[in-house]
């Protein structure tokens, strides 16, 4: 599995959000956070949504003349990072890829997922590339790779009787080898049923290249992750990469303040769930001119080659999720790739 850094054919999207999951009120603000956000990575790479057929006539007014392509599909929600395939390349045969589907049960049951479940099978045979099996249940938003054998996974969600019940960790470790093509795997505890993923990876850490990783820190001794942030700094701090690396961690804090038009309960409020597309960095911001500059400034310093888009996406993160959620990159493979 690359590095999502690395050169992409597309950014596959869902504009899924829908009044019965999000409620009528909130599905508008929803509608139009994905838009600007699709229009945004359109600037610097193709986009494909998927839509349902009822919706398409919205869709087509809010993207018309940007490089998008909606795809008509049945989809129960936006949140195509957990629900399509993980895209892996060939090392041994240069230009073939494949999606691996990771059986997605709605985050252990808990939402529909009837259509969703069909997504990462509907995407490759759209992106026309084969399937990879695995019996795993999990979701592509609890993975981070480095593009180099590396994985930083969260035990929460992986080790979740709702997803892998009377699984082991070293059958869990084989597989998730065997697919992604890894060979270490760094795993922080993560914390369970605070939110619906039960703490996917890419809200707490995330590579910005071979061996550094962004990772994030809530500040607010009062918050459930404070402390689960404090412990997981302390394991990527003595942790290596696959090639015995010492990580270099550098921390991104949480805003002290965000919005308050939506419930603070399921209001994801981090700047942990950025995007590597082609030539930029997608990255939310939340109305903390502090937090936001000092996240802004990060970014453009570890990717000091990329444009940094920052973006008010309070509707996506009033469901709990970030911009990463909302997307799944398509690698591209050329000579030279990996």
């Not at 909606?70 to 230009?95: E, S, Y």
């Not at 890829?97 to 939402?111: E, H, L, M, P």
């Amino acid at each position: 599995m690359p590095d999502e850094g690395k050169p992409h054919l597309r950014t596959w999207m869902s504009f899924g959000a829908s009044a019965g999951v999000w409620g009528k009120d909130l599905l508008p603000d929803v509608q139009h956070d994905l838009a600007i956000l699709a229009r945004t990575i359109s600037k610097y790479e193709p986009v494909s949504m998927l839509v349902r057929s009822e919706d398409l006539t919205t869709a087509k007014r809010f993207v018309k003349g940007a490089n998008i392509t909606l795809v008509d599909a049945a989809v129960d929600d936006l949140w195509i990072r957990d629900t399509g395939p993980c895209f892996v390349v060939n090392r041994a045969k240069l230009g073939e890829r494949a999606g691996v589907s990771f059986n997605f049960n709605g985050w252990g049951n808990k939402q529909t997922h009837t259509n969703d479940a069909k997504v990462a099978s509907l995407v490759t045979v759209k992106a026309g590339v084969p399937l990879v099996d695995t019996a795993l249940v999990m979701e592509g938003g609890c993975i981070e790779v480095d593009g180099r054998g590396t994985a930083i996974v969260t035990e929460s969600c992986v080790f979740n009787d709702n997803r892998n019940p009377r699984v082991s960790k070293l059958t869990i470790e084989r597989e998730l080898k065997r697919v992604l093509g890894l060979s270490h795997i760094i795993w922080l505890p993560g914390i369970k049923g605070h939110d619906i993923t039960d703490g996917h990876t890419d809200f707490y850490a995330r590579f910005a290249g071979s061996g550094v990783v962004l990772a994030g820190f809530d500040p607010d001794p009062q918050s459930y992750d404070h402390a689960v942030t404090k412990e997981h700094l302390q394991i990527l701090r003595k942790s290596k990469d696959a090639h015995g690396h010492k990580l270099e961690v550098l921390t991104l804090q949480a805003p002290d303040t965000f919005s308050n038009k939506y419930n603070p309960a399921t209001f994801a409020a981090g700047y942990i769930g950025f995007y590597l597309c082609n030539g930029a960095v997608i990255s939310q911001k939340f109305g903390d001119d502090k937090a936001d500059r000092a996240s802004k400034t990060l970014l453009q310093q570890v990717f000091p080659t990329r444009v940094v888009e920052q973006l008010r996406m309070d509707a996506i993160a009033a469901g709990g999720g970030s911009v990463h959620c909302a997307t799944q990159q398509e690698p591209s493979v050329y000579r030279g790739y990996l």
